[in-house]
């Protein structure tokens, strides 16, 4: 095992630069998974970490050593990709020990190590069937069990999951979190979808546009995102951002919406009277209640324990969830009022957060 040490890395294809000064610290034995929309530069940064990409500028180190100039077989890392990447020729056994029969491992330890992720994973009665006869979620325990193998400093995932259906996803990623416990080898995950990274990390890392927006634990980012993108990002369905102007009425503070509606509020930030906003409610803080903004109710969609409702104020389009068992029929007028500890304003400009006293 090892920590792995992103520092001021920057990546540049020609005159582009997608990654841009990307600093992140990566603790021995952490599950860290970086996250964001296609395009974020998040695949980049971990081929680079693999040494699949080259490094413009800046440093990567595992375990304390730098290893831009090192060859990927020369980094002690084991990468699971999106598409399994196995050979459709070999065995199950045959895949899993490839690497060891590279390195001209003695047949006795390819074939111990093999058992060992063979019964970790629950392969034992797959070994001898081929690729083609796995199932889909087979063969990600298949390439999974490749890489435990190899007993790696540093486990890299690109995506692993991508390709599996929902219920099988959700299966998937409750082993690799197992298999992280059991294990505790150092692991760094990329995904696009913020469910995964929610409920498997130890530390998400934010990335938009090549750049670091944030880094922190799951529910420390859902409570206090540094930032509208973050805020909007993190947590399903997203938060609902409402623009407006910050006003104080004898001395009760609200919000007047753009497009029309006053929104009710609790504490507020400092000299923020006439100031524009953005006010961040996430569904489940939008509640029912007489004292709240008028919407009109658009699609309803029942889900058993809550019924989620999307609706506009105005201009403005939301998700609210109502947990008590009333469903309201779209072009029906509802009254919703944001709970006032779980709100989040926002700079209109910058997007910045903006802490209340």
Do not use: W
């Amino acid at each position: 095992m090892a920590a792995v040490d992103i520092v001021n890395v920057r990546k540049s294809f020609g005159n582009v630069e997608v990654v841009h000064g990307v600093d992140v610290t990566i603790n021995d034995g952490e599950f860290v998974i970086l996250v964001g929309p296609s395009g974020c530069g998040k695949t980049t940064l971990l081929r680079m970490i693999a040494g699949l990409e080259n490094v413009t500028s800046g440093e990567i180190r595992i375990g304390g050593q730098v290893v831009n100039n090192l060859p990927p077989k020369s980094r002690d890392i084991a990468m699971v990709f999106q598409n399994y990447a196995l050979y459709p020729h070999l065995t199950v056994a045959q895949n899993m020990g490839f690497s060891l029969m590279l390195k001209k491992a003695s047949k006795a330890e390819i074939d111990s190590r093999i058992a060992k992720a063979a019964e970790i994973l629950g392969l034992n009665p797959l070994l001898e069937r081929y690729p083609r006869q796995l199932s889909g979620g087979q063969r990600q325990r298949v390439a999974m069990g490749r890489a435990i193998v190899r007993d790696p400093k540093v486990f890299l995932f690109d995506e692993p999951l991508s390709n599996l259906d929902a219920k099988l996803r959700v299966a998937m990623r409750a082993e690799i979190k197992e298999l992280h416990r059991r294990l505790a080898t150092t692991t760094v995950y990329v995904t696009h979808d913020q469910i995964e990274a929610m409920t498997m990390a130890d530390k998400i890392v934010v990335m938009h546009d090549g750049v670091v927006e944030q880094i922190g634990a799951p529910l420390e980012l859902y409570d206090n995102p540094a930032n509208q993108f973050v805020a909007g990002f993190i947590g399903s369905p997203a938060m609902n951002f409402l623009h407006g102007t910050l006003n104080l009425h004898e001395g009760t503070p609200h919000m007047t919406l753009e497009g029309g509606g006053r929104v009710p509020l609790g504490k507020v930030p400092a000299n923020s009277d006439g100031r524009p906003l953005v006010l961040g409610v996430r569904p489940e803080n939008l509640l029912v209640a007489e004292q709240g903004f008028e919407v009109r109710v658009g699609v309803v969609e029942p889900m058993g324990s809550e019924t989620q409702v999307a609706a506009k104020a105005g201009d403005h389009s939301m998700i609210c969830l109502i947990r008590d068992r009333m469903i309201p029929k779209t072009g029906d007028a509802l009254k919703l009022a944001p709970e006032p500890a779980h709100v989040h304003f926002f700079d209109a400009e910058t997007g910045r957060r903006i802490a209340v006293p």
